[in-house]
């Protein structure tokens, strides 16, 4: 298995401003992911980041909304730029665990409000 | 804490019941099929998978079953206990490239004595 631990848990933050929220493993992975889950809602990818390249968005997500960095192979960064309160959502993070990644591991999440 | 179900359907089921969560799925091309359930509060939790060239696999207390004639996934849950209570998703693997799980709509479990 895998901790992931999510910083911050919660944060209300102010139209316009930036939130970066970081994501540490207790092991090396190769692949971290950031969803998005809007309330009421299932989980979207929003990117994959794979340690020493750029990160692979998916489609509706851009780099200059969402900047990741991933620094080194146990931790991760998410940015929301520019926040409206659309952006109000929880963002979970996730470790791919070798070849085959169905048993993902997620850490609590980071619940946005925007306001 | 706040729920992340608000709004999706729900199962309500007593205590004892059997359980059975249903999702449908759009891509033929999926290697594998999962289970995650997510309780308030906290991200998805792994239940089980199976995968694409199987029809049906079980766990402790669950089974999922696949038809991939009119693509239907399902979870079912024997003996469900008040623990059993959150919401259930089922999720998709594209093994291409690299592996990304793709998550489908969430079913909300309710469980009551």
């Known amino acids: 298995s895998a901790v992931i631990s999510q910083k911050p848990s919660r944060d209300i933050c102010q139209r316009g401003t930036s939130l970066t929220i970081q994501c540490q493993v207790d092991s090396q992975v190769t692949m971290m992911f950031w969803y998005r889950q809007q309330p009421g809602q299932s989980l979207t990818l929003i990117a994959t980041a794979n340690q020493g390249s750029e990160a692979t968005y998916e489609s509706g997500f851009v780099i200059d909304k969402f900047p990741i960095s991933r620094p080194n192979l146990t931790f991760s960064t998410l940015t929301v730029s520019n926040m409206s309160p659309e952006d109000s959502s929880i963002y979970l993070c996730?470790?791919?665990?070798?070849?085959?990644?169905?048993?993902?591991?997620f850490g609590q999440g980071t619940r946005l409000t925007v306001v | 804490g706040e729920s992340v179900g608000l709004h999706l359907p729900t199962l309500s089921v007593q205590e004892g019941d059997n359980s059975i969560i249903n999702c449908a799925y759009s891509n033929s091309a999926s290697d594998y099929f999962i289970w995650y359930k997510q309780e308030s509060g906290k991200g998805p939790q792994f239940i089980i998978d199976?995968?694409?060239?199987?029809d049906k696999r079980q766990g402790q207390r669950v089974t999922v079953l696949l038809n991939k004639t009119v693509k239907h996934l399902s979870l079912q849950i024997a003996a469900t206990q008040p623990g059993d209570s959150a919401v259930y998703f089922c999720?998709?693997?594209?093994?291409?490239?690299?592996?990304?799980?793709?998550f489908g709509a969430g079913t909300r479990l309710a469980v009551h004595p």
């Open positions: 199976i995968r694409s060239n199987m």
């Open positions: 996730s470790v791919d665990r070798g070849r085959l990644n169905t048993e993902a591991f």
């Open positions: 999720a998709e693997l594209f093994s291409g490239g690299y592996n990304k799980l793709i």
